[in-house]
């Protein structure tokens, strides 16, 4: 049987990115919000399925789950950035940053368990170097990625009886629309050649994933390469 993989985010960026490693492999389930991006998303793809949910929209969840009897992957690659000071960002930005970066998640996989173990599965969290630390004005951005990474190692503890692995991946700075929204809140010039490439992300997911069940990749940390 061809594994599956569910993938958040893949219209784009790194989760695009990772949609095109794992195709050749993996069926695939695209999950977003607007229909149309995610159809021609799967019309690229050898073997895929669009699935439309609102993850700003808690409590759909079961009806995916409902769809997929097994699942080999789960990527939770989708994610918001709100930047501003604390006393900037309103309570909107840090409610918005929340559910789409940590709630729907949580969500999304607490339904996805019973498919996850049948496969003895392997969730991803497509996490952030400001899940390490934090910076002015990334407040409501940081705090949902230390809560991203804090709701992996549990579900890294809580599931190993159950053969699901888990690894969080925290890029440096990637050349995706996030980064060129970064740089213009900084009122820097964005330059895509300065930064990771969303295919090593890709890379490096795919390097965990093919360690087999005796290793697994809790947490890979990537960043930009020092240039001359």
Known sequence: MTPSALITGATGGIGRAIAEA?????HLFLVGRN???LQRAAEGFRSATPLLADLGSPGRMGDLAAQIPALDVLVHSAGILR??????TSQQDW???MQINVLAPVELTRAMLPALRRARGHVFMINSGLGHRTIAGSGAYSASKFAMKAFAD???IEEASNGIKVTSIHPGRVSTPMQEQLHSWEEKTYDAENWVRPEQIAEALMTA??????ANLDSIDINPSPQP
């Open 154 to 156: 549990a579900l890294r």
């Open 95 to 97: 409610a918005q940053s």
């Open 35 to 37: 229909f149309e991006p």
């Open 209 to 214: 994933l093919s360690l087999g069940d005796r």
């Open 22 to 26: 794992l195709a050749p492999t993996h």
């Open 83 to 88: 930047m501003g000071t604390v006393e900037e």
